[in-house]
């Protein structure tokens, strides 16, 4: 099989690595892809939003599957274009991406179809949004409603933090994707990711972990993209993720369908477990990234007919899959900067070297300077996967390549697997 993945970050180089472990792939391209993906494939200089030069390429290649990573291209209608040329697309339709690409859809869809969630209101206009303030006990939630990189929702543990975001988000910070903010219930428990595949008809789980989405130790300090994930997370018990399946998931599916959308693809469900059983945080309608690369080094099973499944509507012909009776653990290394306005240019050394067959470095925001050296050239930079016998083992594996990279400015977290470390400690 041909194969075109969509994408330059770590979730697409860990797509990409697993992709091209599968017996039945014959030519991998990647566009725009990173320099880690151009050791595993070709990569192509189209932009992931490009969604003409997207469709000409997979015509080119003669892509007998595209599988897009990021909600970006998603936002754009790239599914979509791709259905009509009679492409194959793991992805879905820019209109079941409303699940992603509007918090405000996302939070109404929920509550029309009675899936279990925050408190919440939409807002236009700032003095409206902080009356509603009034009627929510600190700390607050404040989301922009369009996509904005994972850096457009705000934990205020404050009044003043929260008429403040509500004002630079209405004022423009996020441009149109900030037009209207959603302001929600703080919701208490312990935050997990949840995946699933559809095909429009069949649904399959597909893994779960456990993110770390504040930018310092101990879960201090500003929202992230994600800064390191591990799995098994503890909080996923077979229970909370049968109640995941019933009460979100698969109403999630349903009800997209019902409403003349029905969702190809993966779906990841973020959610408190609270007291009373997991609430929906938010949809993301691809691959969380960094929990991608955590279940990639975890997947015992051939990724690609589950991809190939989804996007073609034969996922009931394929069985559960089945997962390495390991812990693995990603450690994102990210620039001076991030998630602020990130250093870039900055050389790396040292990631390149075997690590042996149980680490793995991601690439994601890194470049190749005209001598052909590695340069970050983004806010995540490296992903440093590990898997271990415990979760401990992971952790000390991945640390240790950590330390033996050279990055002037780099930061990482060093608790990253802290809740599952704890209860492997109880
Ligand atoms: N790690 C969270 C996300 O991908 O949105």
Known sequence: ?????????????ALAWKIVASP?????????????????????????????????????????????????AIEAGLADRLTQAGVP????????????SSKAFTKVFAERHGLPTGRFAVFEAADPARAYL?????????????LAAGKGVVIAPDRATADAAIDDMLGGRFGAAGARVVVEEF??????????????????????AQDHKRAFDGDEGPNTGGMGAYAPAPVLSDATVARAEAELIAPAFAGIAAEGAPYRGVLFCEMMV??????????????????????????ESDLVPYLLAAATGTLHTLPAPVWRDEAVICVVLA???????????VAIAGAGADFGTDVVVFHAGTTRGDDGALLSSGGRVLNICARGAT??????????VIDRIDFPGGFCRRDIGWRGLAAAAD
Do not use: W
Request: aromatic share 6%.
């Open 187 to 208: 919701l208490v428990g312990e935050i997990a990711s949840q995946f699933a595949l559809c095909d429009g008809k069949t649904s399959l789980l597909f893994g779960g």
């Open 274 to 299: 609270t007291a009373e059983g997991p609430k929906l945080v938010e949809f993301n309608v691809r691959f969380g990234d960094p929990e991608c690369q955590v279940l990639m080094l975890r997947l």
């Open 1 to 13: 099989m041909n194969i075109l993945v969509i994408g330059s970050g770590g979730r697409e180089h």
């Open 89 to 100: 697309c793991f992805g879905p339709t820019a209109s079941a991406g409303r699940l992603e």
């Open 391 to 400: 979760l401990a083992q992971a952790r000390d594996r991945a640390y240790a």
């Open 134 to 146: 009034d009627t929510l006990a600190a700390p607050f939630v404040i989301k922009a409603d369009g």
């Open 335 to 345: 620039a001076e900067g991030y998630p602020g306005t990130p250093k870039t240019g």
């Open 24 to 72: 039945l792939i014959t030519r991998l391209v990647c566009a725009p892809g990173n320099p880690g993906m151009a050791a595993l494939g070709e990569t192509r200089n189209v932009s992931a939003k490009d969604v003409e030069g997207q469709v000409a390429l997979a015509r080119e290649i003669k892509a007998d599957l595209v599988v897009i990573g990021p909600e970006i």
